[in-house]
């Protein structure tokens, strides 16, 4: 009898091993996937410069034009479809987008659960408020009575939780500018690489500054956990960027600084 229990738990391992392998295989196959498909279809946000909608309904950006000219590469179409933020793992799991692009913020968290690319963008998380009162803020300190305006599953929200802030969840980064400018909130958490085409004098919000930064972080594309198509990306950054590609690209909204260097990995 034990003998057979015995051989009956074997199998039940080899049988879980092998869905298991079947699994992992099926993920390290995405870029035969995507290509079966004809298209790579891309989970964005409304972010600028990175993605944005313009006026004739299209999408622009450098996370734009860099998954478009990625796909290319990839002899495919790439399709963008715009997503809730806090949906991204859902999305990429069930294969309703396959890349995940916009003000992607790299993270340990989102690594674990997603396969990342390396970073190819700067970036920092500011501080936000009126401009007549943004001097008076320095650091997180003097910040605990305020009431922030954050992305909803953000890592700004979580470093609004972090800091000990009072918040208010908003569903887009533009929805989260409007209820500092209204008074709704006294302040808001956004990307540095937003503020510059958002904030101050000549942008949409001019009665808005930075009051201070944060803190710094590294912006990337994310894929199915276990996906090939990341290392492919990553490939490609670095032709992108030492043909200056990726310069001319990024020139176009006016981000070129803040480019991460990209070396093939020895």
Known sequence: MKKYVSILLMLVLLIGTLALSGCNSNVAADDLYVKDQGKLVVGVIDA??????????EWTGLSVDLARDFGKK???EVEFKEIEWTEMEHLLNDKTIDCVASALTLTADRRAVMECTKAYLNNSQIVVTK???ARRYTEPEQCLQLKFAVLDGSTHEALAK???FLIIVKESTDEVLKAVSDGSANAAIIN?????TAIGNGNEYPDLARAFRLKNNKIGFAFRKGSELAEQMNAYFVTAYTSGKMAKLAKNYSVQKLLVEQVTEK
Do not use: M, Q, W
Not at 49 to 57: H, K, M, R, W, Y
């Open 162 to 164: 972090e800091n000990g």
């Open 48 to 57: 600028p410069p990175l993605s944005e909608l313009n006026d004739e309904g």
């Open 192 to 196: 540095s690489t937003f503020a510059t």
């Open 74 to 76: 990839l002899g495919v």
């Open 131 to 133: 401009a007549s009162v």
